[in-house]
């Protein structure tokens, strides 16, 4: 007789078991990483087979947008996302590529962008020419940084994103050109995320940005081990100014904008 080992999923506040997971592809894994280092905002389920934990799924209710991710196999995946129980209206989802199908069944899906994980190290770091005066940006010139984001539609920065994390900004004749700076950090895991990186749409092209993120990359390579960011597939200026800069490909994942969840 064939025994067939069933996969269960179930809620769980056992951090150390969901962090032992997701340190399996730490590197995709960042996100949800970083994230558990404020526990209170996170919640979890896992999916296993005979105590053998296959995937999980990480909840983070966020300041500004809720965020979810997906990690293992794609069938674990969708156990444990129907274990994390109500889901938020609204929210952003990072998974791999095989995971879609499964959750075209679960979340009304909206727009999907095909992204790559790129990751450096201090041994593969290639310092940018300095062409523009970059510094740390900090509470004080967040009227300044405010501004400049406005051009991107969709980021919201707050006060506190120059207080809590780390931005680096490119200037010219006191003007503040170009900016970028963290999603995430944890120090217990060596990781820091980098994100909302931009330049002024009159200023584009002329090395403000890599410039930036030199500065910012090099920065955080003093304290973490790792850093990564996420790049559309089909950005091929982004990819080869990060690229220059020493960053390589992990791994490809996906961002879903979710509007309704149906479970």
């Keep these: ?19 032992a997971f997701l340190l399996g592809d730490r590197l995709y894994a960042a996100q949800p990483l970083c994230q558990l280092e404020q526990p209170e905002r996170c919640r979890c389920a896992v999916a296993a087979t005979n105590g053998t934990v296959r995937a ?12 979810l991710t997906l990690a293992g196999d794609a069938a674990g995946a969708f156990v444990a996302l129907g ?35 790129m990751a450096v190290t201090a041994a593969t770091f290639r310092p940018a020419a300095r062409l523009a005066a970059v510094r740390r940006l900090l509470l004080a010139d967040f009227d300044l940084v405010e501004r400049l ?8 920065l707050r006060p506190e994103h120059l207080v809590e994390g780390v931005y680096h900004g490119a200037f010219a004749n006191g003007q503040l ?13 060596g990781v820091a995320i980098v994100g909302n990186v931009l330049t002024h749409p009159g200023w584009r ?11 910012l990359t090099a920065h955080l390579l003093r304290e973490y081990r790792d850093v990564v960011l996420n790049v559309a597939a089909d950005n091929l200026p982004a990819k080869n100014v990060y690229a220059s800069l020493g960053y390589g490909v992990h791994c490809r994942l996906v961002e879903v904008q979710v509007g309704q969840t149906l479970f």
């Design 1 to 19: 007789m064939t025994i067939i080992a069933r996969l269960r999923g179930e809620r769980t506040d056992d951090l150390r078991t969901v962090e």
């Design 56 to 67: 999980c799924a990480v909840l983070f209710r966020g300041a500004v947008f809720d965020a």
């Design 83 to 117: 274990a994390l129980g109500s889901l938020p209206r609204q929210f952003w989802l990072w998974a791999r590529e095989e995971h879609l199908p499964h959750l075209a069944d679960a979340l009304r899906v909206g727009g999907v962008t095909r992204m790559l994980r």
């Design 149 to 156: 984001y406005r051009h991107t539609p969709g980021v919201v």
């Design 177 to 189: 050109l170009a900016a970028g700076g963290t999603h995430g950090t944890s120090r217990r895991h």
């Design 205 to 215: 092209g002329r090395g403000f940005a890599t410039a930036c993120t030199s500065a």
